[in-house]
Nanobody, 125 residues
Framework: VQLQASGGGLVQAGGSLRLSCAAS????????MGWFRQAPGKEREFVAS????????NYADSVKGRYTISKDNTNNTVNLHMNSLKPEDTAVYYC???????????????????WGQGTLVTVSS
């Protein structure tokens, strides 16, 4: 599978961005998908995940109420709508594909087996 993330950029605090991740392959609809981020000098951290059919999502406490993850199984995309952005949201954002037939929580990097290249989000104060 190939995952291609896009939509990053520079935005002022309080602004919004939408990230998209396009996936190749015909089995996209069977997978949990997630977003992670890595700020300079910090470890990669979980942001959000969504189940195979898009009707259940989980969020990190730091983004809950501000971010919304969505999944489009027709177009093989997973999106991350980010509102009320803060300077501390500045990071490279990665989309990832969850391991199939897995009992993990999908909140850790090891719960995923394929990663996109990342897209940079910079939030200015």
């Amino acid at each position: 599978v190939q995952l291609q993330a896009s939509g990053g950029g520079l935005v002022q605090a309080g602004g919004s961005l939408r990230l998209s991740c396009a996936a190749s392959g015909s089995t996209f609809k069977t997978y949990v998908m997630g977003w992670f981020r890595q700020a300079p000098g910090k470890e990669r951290e979980f942001v959000a995940s969504i189940n195979w059919n898009g009707n259940s999502a989980n969020y990190a406490d730091s983004v809950k109420g501000r971010y919304t993850i969505s999944k489009d199984n027709t177009n093989n995309t997973v999106n991350l709508h980010m509102n009320s952005l803060k300077p501390e949201d500045t990071a490279v954002y990665y989309c990832a594909r969850g391991r199939l037939y897995y009992s993990g929580t999908y909140s850790k990097s090891n719960d995923y087996d394929a990663w996109g290249q990342g897209t940079l989000v910079t939030v200015s104060s």
